[in-house]
């Protein structure tokens, strides 16, 4: 039998973010608030002589809807810790839909390398690791950071070593994806860091209201929504249900009474929950 390590990170949609920069990747990162969700990415790790990576998209039932070889973020963590190995990584969400995938697909994966080869990592290594692919790829700022830990997460300072307050809530969380929006367009770009600064909201949420109404705020200044987006919050406010766009994707997610009923017309809401832990080890075998 093949010896395979397999490990599971939640996802994470940032509801708001501002851009902190550091001398380094790993003193760059962002603040804000997100849900840390339980869908995220499944890595499942192998020995090889060579650097790969299978990343699928599968459906509720588990079956492949896209595969495709390589992600440059992993194999640059892959690299940085200067080991082989043949990954292959699964998620049920659409990948850079803001969902944080990106994130996610590192943190299990090199939790899940780590086991195989037996590298003896800490799981601030691990996430040390992450967050400076994620920085170096701009693929993200804050995801790494808040997969670390459960709950609706509000990062007040940056880096996975930031401090992070935590509020664990059992609220259904609804969202649809119109698509994705490339997170290197917004983040590598000053005309959006600087409005979204602008935007960014002050103190952290004490409760979920308090996110969704952070989220919603910094959203309308922060000039990211798209069409799509705008009538699926319009809906949203018809209909009495909290709203926001998913950083960084076109996208919305909502929660209350009704929040799936009035996003079903747009496209297919998916249900998610509040995590109640970060990435984790899940089994290794052979
Ligand atoms: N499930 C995954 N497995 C491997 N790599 C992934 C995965 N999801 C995202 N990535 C990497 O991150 C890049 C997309 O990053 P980003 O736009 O930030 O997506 P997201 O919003 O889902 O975090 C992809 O091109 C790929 O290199
Ligand atoms: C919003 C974002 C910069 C990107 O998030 P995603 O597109 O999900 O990778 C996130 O990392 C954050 O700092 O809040």
């Given amino acids: 039998m093949v010896r395979t390590a397999v490990a599971f990170s939640p996802g994470h949609i940032s509801g708001y973010f501002r851009k902190i920069a550091g001398e380094s990747p790993a003193l760059t990162g962002s603040i804000g608030a997100g849900i840390v969700i339980d869908e995220g990415v499944l890595a499942t790790a192998s020995a090889a002589e060579r650097r790969e990576v299978v990343v699928r998209e599968v459906d509720a039932g588990g079956r492949v809807r896209s595969e495709s070889q390589g992600s440059p973020p992993l194999e640059y963590a892959m690299e940085r810790l200067n080991v082989r190995a043949h990954v292959e990584t699964a998620c049920r969400l659409p990948i850079g839909a803001g969902f944080g995938l990106s994130a996610a697909a590192l943190l299990a994966s090199i939790t899940a390398i780590d086991a195989l080869l037996e590298l003896g990592l800490s ?3 691990i996430a040390a690791v992450a967050h400076e692919a994620e920085v170096v790829h701009s693929t993200g700022l804050g995801d790494v950071s808040a997969c670390q830990g459960g709950g609706i997460a509000c990062r007040e300072t940056p880096g996975p070593g930031g401090r992070i307050t935590r509020i664990p809530s059992d609220q259904e969380i609804w969202a649809v994806s119109f698509g994705p929006l490339p997170t290197p367009d917004v983040i590598g770009s000053a005309e959006h860091l600087e409005r979204v600064a602008a935007a960014f909201p002050t103190g952290c949420p004490t409760d979920l209201e308090g996110f969704f109404s952070r989220s919603r705020a910094f959203a309308e200044a922060s000039g ?5 987006v705008r009538s699926a919050l319009e809906a949203c406010d018809a209909g009495g249900v909290l709203a926001s766009m998913t950083m960084l994707g076109r996208g919305v997610f ?8 009035v996003l079903a017309p747009f496209t297919e809401p998916i249900r998610l929950n509040v995590a109640e832990s970060g990435f984790h080890l899940l089994e290794v075998r052979g």
């Fill in 224 to 228: 990211l929504v798209t069409a799509d």
């Fill in 254 to 261: 909502a929660t209350g009474d009704g929040a799936r009923e």
């Fill in 123 to 125: 799981r601030a290594e």
